[in-house]
C-alpha cells in the first residue's frame, strides 16, 4: 500500500523555522516526483514546491521562494521542507504528494490535479 506521512508541525513565531518531513512507504520515491502543497481553512489547497526524482530540478511558488527550500533523500525514502522567516500566511495543512515521474529527471508537476499519492497532512500554525 502506497503511503506518505507527514510530520514536523507545530506552532511558531513569525519569522521563525520549522522542517517538514514526508516518510514514503509501500513505494520507492526513487521513480517519483514529489511536491510539497499547503490548504489554509476557507481557500484551496496550493502548490508549495516540488523536485523530480533525482533532485535535479525544483520549484517553487512565489510566495515562498527565497524562504522555503525543498530536499529529498531517496536512501531514506524521505521528502523534506526546510521553512525559513516564517510569516502568519503560511499557516495551513502542508500535504506531501508523489507522481509517478515521466521520464528520469523529467521537470516536476506543480498542478495538485496530478499527484494521485497524498499524505495526510501536518498542520504549521504561525503566530505570536
Known amino acids: 500500500q502506497l503511503q506518505l506521512v507527514e510530520s514536523g508541525g507545530g506552532l511558531v513565531q513569525p519569522g521563525g523555522s520549522l522542517r517538514l518531513s514526508c516518510v514514503a512507504s509501500?513505494?520507492?520515491?526513487?521513480?517519483?516526483?514529489v511536491g510539497w502543497f499547503r490548504q489554509a481553512p476557507g481557500k484551496e489547497r496550493e502548490v508549495v514546491s516540488c523536485?523530480?526524482?533525482?533532485?535535479?530540478?525544483?520549484n517553487y511558488a512565489d510566495s515562498v521562494k527565497g524562504r522555503f527550500t525543498v530536499s529529498r533523500d531517496n536512501a531514506k525514502n524521505t521528502l523534506y521542507l526546510q521553512m525559513n522567516s516564517l510569516k502568519p500566511e503560511d499557516t495551513a495543512v502542508y500535504y506531501c504528494?508523489?507522481?509517478?515521474?515521466?521520464?528520469?529527471?523529467?521537470?516536476?508537476?506543480?498542478?495538485?490535479?496530478?499527484?494521485?499519492?497524498w499524505g495526510q497532512g501536518t498542520q504549521v500554525t504561525v503566530s505570536s
Open positions: 523536485i523530480n526524482d533525482k533532485g535535479s530540478s525544483t
Open positions: 504528494a508523489a507522481l509517478p515521474r515521466v521520464l528520469p529527471q523529467w521537470a516536476c508537476v506543480m498542478a495538485p490535479g496530478s499527484y494521485g499519492t
Open positions: 509501500g513505494f520507492s520515491l526513487d521513480y517519483y516526483s
